[in-house]
Nanobody, 121 residues
Framework: VQLQASGGGLVQAGDSLRLSCAAS????????MGWFRQAPGKEREFVAT????????DYADAVKGRFRISRDNAKNTVYLQMNSLKPEDTAVYYC???????????????WGQGTLVTVSS
């Protein structure tokens, strides 16, 4: 399983970015997928998840109302649309896939390499 994250960059506060996570080796529509982030000097934290059905999406309080997770089954890709970015959103963003299909366990076993998002004030 490979997860290739992309789309990060340097933006100004208030701007938008869309991160992509292209999966190979497994079909994203069968697995709960998530985005996490790790800011400099901090531990990795949860950002958003989308259930394997696509019917349930969860967000961290810090991004609720600004970020949206989605999935394109035809492209086997998961996205994170980030709007109204703030300097505190600066982090390396990782996509992840749970290990078991057709369920949600909260256990992410496969991780992408991360893409850096830097938001300047």
């Amino acid at each position: 399983v490979q997860l290739q994250a992309s789309g990060g960059g340097l933006v100004q506060a208030g701007d938008s970015l869309r991160l992509s996570c292209a999966a190979s080796g497994r079909t994203v529509s069968r697995y709960t997928m998530g985005w996490f982030r790790q800011a400099p000097g901090k531990e990795r934290e949860f950002v958003a998840t989308i259930s394997w059905t696509g019917g349930t999406r969860d967000y961290a309080d810090a991004v609720k109302g600004r970020f949206r997770i989605s999935r394109d089954n035809a492209k086997n890709t998961v996205y994170l649309q980030m709007n109204s970015l703030k300097p505190e959103d600066t982090a390396v963003y990782y996509c992840a896939m749970e290990g078991r299909d057709y369920t949600t366990t909260g256990k992410f076993e496969y991780w992408g390499q991360g893409t850096l998002v830097t938001v300047s004030s």
